[in-house]
């Protein structure tokens, strides 16, 4: 098997990118080997292709192809809730075998991405979805929480940046409820959801028990959770460091880069930190925290000996907290 790379970004093809005729003429010449398709992976990604394209691409993999096609990038393209309706019907099939979808950078639109995260719902082979930055709404962002719930196979997904407007947190409430029911999950992205203290405190509780259904073996540890460039506060940060303290939490990598952890909510993470042995990396960039802060992580440091990356880069760095890091590095040698 082989590999359909047509990827915009190659400096091949800089200059002359794909455009939707481009690759329905493609296709078309490809169909009559569609049946003993030598190819496994598509990445036709950061071109021009347009919703006819991807129709195209979808009529190719419905004709035979759909067996051996695990893997589709199709990210960074122009793809409209008509591309989207026809890849939906085809995730859909018995017969789909795509394991990795890539769609994100698309102007999909809200329609377009309730129509995937339904598809998502019965879908049995996709196992890592990337739908980050494709105009979803709050309607699509909750279709993929109630998705999730019955999906049986997905183990990453990325909903970033979606089009957000209400300030009552609910799909962040639905998402955080989607992983009590959800045992497959074990990477999950909600960067830019405008995520504030109380949808801190919803994805913490939901998250401990997700945590202790793993522990007794009835769901897949949830080990990856970016919520990068939110709006989490010192109060959201305790329900966090809460969870963090759970004995047990799973979580081996998480990311609150961009938010507004404060010095009390680093400290409360602190205090965490000194009694997790999970969280192998910790990202804590331009979160607003100061000397005092800084200082609490470095002590904390000082007896954890399970966290192997901490990245507080932007943050406001004093001479308490220099003295304690150079502590930690003269007697931490994981990090």
């Not at 085809?90 to 129509?115: K, W």
């Not at 497959?184 to 202790?212: C, F, N, P, Q």
């Amino acid at each position: 098997m082989s590999d359909l790379s047509l990827c915009g970004q190659q400096p091949a093809f800089e200059r002359m990118r794909l455009q939707g005729r481009d690759v329905v003429a493609l296709c078309e010449a490809l169909m009559p080997i569609a049946n003993c398709c030598p190819f496994e992976n598509i990445d036709v990604s950061f071109n021009h292709i347009d919703d006819a394209g991807l129709v195209a691409i979808v009529d190719f993999l419905n004709h035979g192809a759909a067996e051996t096609i695990t893997s589709l990038n199709v990210q960074g393209n122009r793809i409209g809730k008509i591309g989207a309706q026809t890849l939906a019907e085809h995730l859909q099939q018995s017969r789909a075998c795509v394991r990795h979808l890539d769609i994100r950078s698309n102007p999909i639109g809200d329609n377009g991405m309730v129509r995937i995260a339904c598809s998502i719902a019965s879908n049995a082979s996709v196992r890592s979805l990337d739908a980050s930055n494709t105009d979803m709404g709050t309607q699509a962002v909750v279709e993929f929480a109630i998705a999730l719930r019955r999906n049986k196979t997905v183990e990453v997904v990325s909903l970033d940046k979606p089009q957000l407007f209400s300030v009552q947190e609910e799909t962040t409430v639905h998402v955080a409820q989607m992983l009590e029911f959800n045992s497959t999950l074990t990477s999950l992205s909600l960067e830019k959801h405008g995520i504030h203290d109380v949808g801190a405190m919803w994805l913490s509780e939901y998250l401990r028990k997700r945590a202790a259904k793993s522990q007794s073996g009835k769901a897949q540890p949830l080990q990856h959770l970016s919520l990068r460039s939110n709006k989490i506060g010192g109060t959201g940060a305790e329900h966090i460091a809460q969870m963090l303290a759970d004995p047990n939490c799973v979580l081996t990598s998480l990311d609150l880069a961009s938010n507004r952890v404060t010095d009390e909510g680093a400290e409360e993470i602190a205090q965490a930190l000194a009694t997790n042995t999970s969280l192998r990396v910790l990202d804590l960039s331009n979160a607003g925290i100061n000397d005092d802060g800084l200082a609490s992580l470095g002590d904390a440091l000082l007896s954890n000996r399970s966290l192997q990356t901490l990245r507080l880069s932007g943050n406001n760095f004093g001479p308490q907290a220099q003295r304690v890091f150079l502590d930690v590095f003269a007697s931490n040698k994981q990090l």
